[in-house]
Nanobody, 121 residues
Framework: EVQLVESGGGLVQPGGSLRLSCAASGFAFSVNAMSWVRQIPGGGLEWVSGINSDGSDTGHADSVKGRFTTSRDNAKNTLYLQMNSLKIEDTATYYC??????????????WGKGTLVTVSS
């Protein structure tokens, strides 16, 4: 059974930083691309970033480019999202998702339950 468990969310002030983690199990983690997607309260989903199965390439949404960094540790079956210079509009529930293929722009087929990030002064 595929399981994706996000952690690391919380309350942070504007300009602050957080690192999210996603612990994966139930599949061959090193074979699949992974992504982060977020949902603002009462709003739709927004793709945030993706990373190749081997970590060799990433893609980020324009809204987070230059502030967020996506990485993975295949030995630990863990995906990360380093978020710096956080803005109020980054407030959302962040989900990690398993890609169907190896490249970061792959469609996704499994999702975690999410972790809430609140940016507020």
């Amino acid at each position: 059974e595929v399981q994706l468990v996000e952690s690391g969310g919380g309350l942070v002030q504007p300009g602050g930083s957080l690192r999210l983690s996603c612990a994966a199990s139930g599949f061959a983690f090193s074979v699949n691309a992974m992504s982060w997607v977020r949902q603002i309260p009462g709003g739709g989903l927004e793709w945030v970033s993706g990373i190749n199965s081997d970590g060799s390439d990433t893609g980020h949404a324009d809204s987070v480019k230059g502030r967020f960094t996506t990485s993975r540790d295949n030995a630990k079956n863990t995906l990360y999202l380093q978020m710096n210079s956080l803005k109020i509009e980054d407030t959302a529930t962040y989900y990690c998702a398993k890609g169907i293929f190896r490249f970061w722009y792959s469609a996704m087929d499994y999702w975690g339950k999410g972790t809430l990030v609140t940016v507020s002064s």
